[in-house]
């Protein structure tokens, strides 16, 4: 049995607790980190919609750097390298969707600072979730084994964010209802930041994929809504951000050979001039031979669901490609632990459906 810890209960932490209680009797949540006051010393279960397991949450990292575990899965909506390489250091595995995805590619001062506390501790850390992560690291490698030569990759991401409950993330950290001169991939530490671990996605495919690049450059192109919007609790005004585009773009000698481009918007709106992809993420590569497929994630094909339940599912998706990989990483030697080292990441519970350990359910009925 794995002794694991929550740091983070929000939208993909909670649903990654859930799966821990209702489907991973290999695992055992022996704490939470939270953020929030009215979180603090409440049953993580409780906190999360399940019977109370017995193990509380709390916001003092002391405590959770003393607790014995094997692994701590990390999904704050701000990542902070120095909590990451305490824990690393103390001896635990980190799992995160948040950051950390190429880590070989991060300034080098952060890179060394980070291996270092691998060593110290013997641990490993892996950064995954959909994107980054299985859609721009894991399902390129896989296509790419039925590829002869590769000319080009891009991966497209086409999404409106209207329903993503995670408002802090949509309005503080995208600065989505910003005026657009604000936009700018050094605009705030963190666009900076948001900007940096997509640059990272690009050389990791470079470096996994022998395309040799020199460089990869990151720009933005901020549209204005053209009317207001309310989003949850915030007001998304007419004239401010309501659409962003991002471009990172690897090349050698100039010419583009992979590249990642958003296509986010807020409010619904969609500016005529940009291109128009399927909603989700639409990987292309151009080779031989040229290879393209659509990935969306939906709450279900078949029966009906509401309009929450379906964006949940992106975050399944995210939080599920990290704790699924916990054993693994685990067992990856101390360092960095990327979807090019690990062995292909799969679903632990795949069919089977009875919970782990006995918990009853309280909220889903499933
Ligand atoms: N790679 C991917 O594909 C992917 C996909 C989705 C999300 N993500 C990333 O995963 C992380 C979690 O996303 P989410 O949708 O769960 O976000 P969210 O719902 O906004 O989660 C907020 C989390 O942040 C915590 N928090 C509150 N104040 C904080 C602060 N000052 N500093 C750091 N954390 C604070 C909250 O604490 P409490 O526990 O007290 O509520 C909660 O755990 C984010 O970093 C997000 O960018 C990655």
Redesign the pocket.
């Known amino acids: 049995m794995r002794r694991v810890i929550q740091w ?7 649903e990654i607790a859930t799966a821990i209680i209702d489907h991973r009797d290999d695992l055992e949540l022996v704490g ?5 006051e009215t ?1 603090n010393g409440v049953d993580i279960g409780t906190i999360v919609g399940r019977e109370p397991i017995g193990v509380t ?1 709390t916001t003092d990292v002391e405590q959770i750097l003393k607790l014995a575990a094997d692994c701590v899965i990390y ?6 390298l120095d909590d990451v390489c305490r824990l690393l250091a103390s001896g635990k595995n980190v799992v995160t ?3 950390l ?1 190429h880590p070989a590619r991060i300034d080098p001062a952060d890179r060394d600072r980070v291996l270092a506390a691998c060593e110290k501790g013997a641990s490993s850390v892996h ?7 299985n859609l721009s690291g894991v399902l390129p490698l896989a296509l790419s084994g039925m590829s002869r030569t590769i000319d080009r990759i891009t991966l497209q991401e086409r999404a409106d964010w209207s329903v ?3 408002t ?2 949509t309005f503080d ?1 995208m600065a989505f209802g910003r005026p657009v001169e604000d936009i700018s991939p050094t605009a705030t530490d963190f666009l900076a930041f948001n900007s940096s671990i997509f640059t990272e996605q690009v050389w990791f495919l470079a470096d996994a994929l022998n395309a040799d690049i020199d460089e990869v450059s990151a720009s933005v192109e901020a549209i204005a809504a053209e009317a207001d919007h309310q989003i949850f609790d915030h007001l998304l005004a007419a004239g401010t951000t309501a659409g962003q585009r991002w471009n990172w773009i690897g090349r050698r000698d100039g010419e583009p050979l992979i590249e990642i481009e958003t296509l986010w918007t807020v409010g619904g709106e969609y500016p005529g001039h940009w291109p128009r992809p399927a909603h989700g993420w639409t990987l292309t590569i151009e080779g031989d031979p040229s290879m393209r497929t659509h990935f969306m994630s939906l709450a279900s094909f078949t029966r009906s669901a509401s309009m929450e339940e379906h964006v949940r599912s ?2 399944v998706a ?1 939080g599920m ?1 990290i704790l699924n990989a916990v054993p693994a990483v685990c067992q990856a030697p101390p360092g960095f632990a990327t979807s090019a080292t690990l062995p292909l990441v799969r679903s632990f519970a795949g069919f089977r459906r009875e919970p782990g350990r006995g918990q009853r359910l309280l909220s889903d009925g499933h």
């Not at 939470?32 to 929030?36: E, I, K, N, T």
């Not at 950064?127 to 992560?133: A, E, F, K, R, T």
């Open positions: 983070g209960t929000g939208t993909v932490g909670a939470a980190l939270v953020y929030s979180k949450a999904t704050p909506r701000t990542a902070h969707t948040a950051f995805f950064g995954s979730g959909i994107n980054p992560g993503y409950e995670s802090g993330i950290n992106a975050s995210a490609q």
